[in-house]
Antibody
Framework: QVQLVESGGGLVKPGGSLRLSCAASGFTFTDYYMSWIRQAPEKGLEWLSYISSSGSTIYYADSVKGRFTISRDNAKNSLYLQMNSLRVDDTAVYYC?????????????WGQGALVTVTS | DIQMTQSPSTLSASVGDRVTITCRAS??????LAWYQQKPGKAPKLLISKASSLESGVPSRFSGSGSGTEFTLTISSLQPDDFATYYC????????FGGGTKVEIK
């Protein structure tokens, strides 16, 4: 069965950095785009970034462009999100999700989420 | 950027009610729209893709319709397990989620 398991969340000070990981299993990782999506406390969902199956194509939301970097290691079936220059309003649960579709993607499987808290 | 507007933001309903949630896009997204259900403390669950295609295992009381800029999610007879928050997502250009509709017990 498809499983996505995030790790690396935690407490960080404003201006700090954190790296999230997402371990994928139960499907052929190299066949799929992957994405990061976040949800601030008591708020809605916000798409952050896509990465293509090979890693050659990447898109970011304007809110994180220049601060966050998505990457993947297909040999390890893993997705990453490097988060730099963190701000208080980056506090959220961060989900990795599998993208399904052709050229445009919805999300058919999600991880359980990793909580990132940015506070001084 | 494409903006997605859901209405209502909160909906009070009873078991057995027919419930309709609307999602409007700021420009045409043809049929590139998905619907998700989220319960507290859980990840979202995909219900419908391409505006009206029901995912495997999703009860048939859920249905989606629309194209262009206006879409609806309908629950034909609300069940206790359906009290949750629902989100639409456009995937015509990158991805944008609607603000969510919380379906609560009346």
């Amino acid at each position: 069965q498809v499983q996505l398991v995030e790790s690396g969340g935690g407490l960080v000070k404003p201006g700090g950095s954190l790296r999230l990981s997402c371990a994928a299993s139960g499907f052929t990782f190299t066949d799929y785009y992957m994405s990061w999506i976040r949800q601030a406390p008591e708020k809605g969902l916000e798409w952050l970034s896509y990465i293509s199956s090979s890693g050659s194509t990447i898109y970011y939301a304007d809110s994180v462009k220049g601060r966050f970097t998505i990457s993947r290691d297909n040999a390890k079936n893993s997705l990453y999100l490097q988060m730099n220059s963190l701000r208080v309003d980056d506090t959220a649960v961060y989900y990795c999700a599998r993208g399904t579709g052709y050229g445009s993607f919805y999300f058919d499987y999600w991880g359980q989420g990793a909580l990132v808290t940015v506070t001084s | 950027d494409i903006q997605m507007t859901q209405s209502p933001s909160t909906l009070s309903a009873s078991v057995g009610d027919r419930v309709t949630i609307t999602c409007r896009a700021s420009q045409s997204i043809t049929s590139w729209l998905a619907w998700y259900q989220q319960k507290p403390g859980k990840a979202p669950k995909l219900l419908i893709s391409k505006a009206s295609s029901l995912e495997s295992g999703v009860p048939s009381r859920f249905s989606g319709s629309g194209s262009g800029t206006e879409f609806t999610l309908t629950i034909s007879s609300l069940q206790p397990d359906d009290f949750a928050t629902y989100y639409c997502q456009q995937y015509n250009t990158y991805s944008t989620f609607g603000g969510g509709t919380k379906v609560e017990i009346k």
